[in-house]
Nanobody
Framework: QVQVVESGGGSVQPGGSLRLSCAAS????????MRWYRQAPGKERELAAT???????NYADSVKGRFTVSRDFAKNTMYLQMNSLKPEDTAVYYC???????????????WGRGTQVTVSS
């Protein structure tokens, strides 16, 4: 059994900052790539940021230069530091991870339930 749980969402004014966390727990053998997706009201879910098992990062153009994704490999946790937030960043943010679960040796994909981020004055 594996759980992926996001935390750190909330309400902030434009120009403010938030830090999201995503913690994976359970019978984990290994974690590959981890990703942050987001879904704004009435829009499709979009990939915001990715970090590989080697620490390589990639960002959507809409968040590049403002968001930073990182990982604590010892804690099986991923973070998303969001600075200079804009109203258009308002969305539910979801964690997604490729995880190998004991006793298997292949990756399965897991989603968290999401955390709400609201940017408004």
């Amino acid at each position: 059994q594996v759980q992926v749980v996001e935390s750190g969402g909330g309400s902030v004014q434009p120009g403010g900052s938030l830090r999201l966390s995503c913690a994976a727990s359970g019978s984990i053998r290994s974690i590959g790539a981890m990703r942050w997706y987001r879904q704004a009201p009435g829009k499709e879910r979009e990939l915001a940021a990715t970090i590989t098992s080697g620490g390589v990062t990639n960002y959507a153009d809409s968040v590049k230069g403002r968001f930073t994704v990182s990982r604590d490999f010892a804690k099986n946790t991923m973070y998303l530091q969001m600075n200079s937030l804009k109203p258009e960043d308002t969305a539910v943010y979801y964690c997604n991870a490729d995880i190998i679960v004991h006793p298997l040796y292949t990756y399965s994909n897991y989603w968290g339930r999401g955390t709400q981020v609201t940017v408004s004055s």
